[in-house]
């Protein structure tokens, strides 16, 4: 019996040759710490960014506190929701230049993964860039929308008597 000629799968996995990057030694060390200190910068933001939301949602706690407790009167209570809106909108902006500055530091990965070996790229293509933007920003837009939802909160509790 004759065999059967690999499939087109089978075949591209067995093919697969490694080319090493062609740069010299220090520049590839260059490069191999502009990646770790980038990805280390990404960990760091995202980080920065999960603490901002989580402190900003004991604010809006302390503010309904410090109304329930000091029984405000109506204009200490329009400070307070004024505060709160200005918290928010600050917020908002602060997780948008984080995830800004991400974006940018992806950017000098991906650029100095050019440069590396085929063997890296193809373990780095492993994973959708399209679903890994994806997935950043749909948690980006879930930290709004737990800020903008917990200063409506906060804004009910301020208003209550």
Not at 15 to 38: C, G, I, K, V
């Amino acid at each position: 019996m004759a065999k059967k000629p690999p499939e087109p799968a089978e075949e591209s996995k067995s093919s697969f040759e490694n080319e090493p990057s062609n740069l010299d030694e220090l520049t590839h060390r260059a490069l191999l710490m502009m990646h770790r200190e980038s990805a280390a910068a990404v960990l760091f933001a995202k980080s920065i960014q999960w603490s901002t939301v989580g402190a900003c949602l004991l604010v809006y706690g302390a503010l309904v506190g410090i109304n329930v407790f000091t029984k405000a009167d109506t204009q200490f209570e329009k400070i307070l929701t004024a505060t709160t809106i200005v918290l928010t909108c600050g917020v908002i902006f602060v997780l948008t230049m984080y995830q800004s500055w991400q974006f940018n530091e992806f950017k000098k990965m991906d650029e100095v993964e050019k440069n590396l070996s085929t063997l890296y790229t193809k373990i780095r293509n492993t994973q959708s860039r399209r679903l890994s933007s994806y997935q950043r920003y749909t948690l980006l837009m879930s930290m709004i929308v737990v800020i903008v939802l917990g200063a409506v909160v906060s804004i009910i509790g301020i208003k209550q008597k």
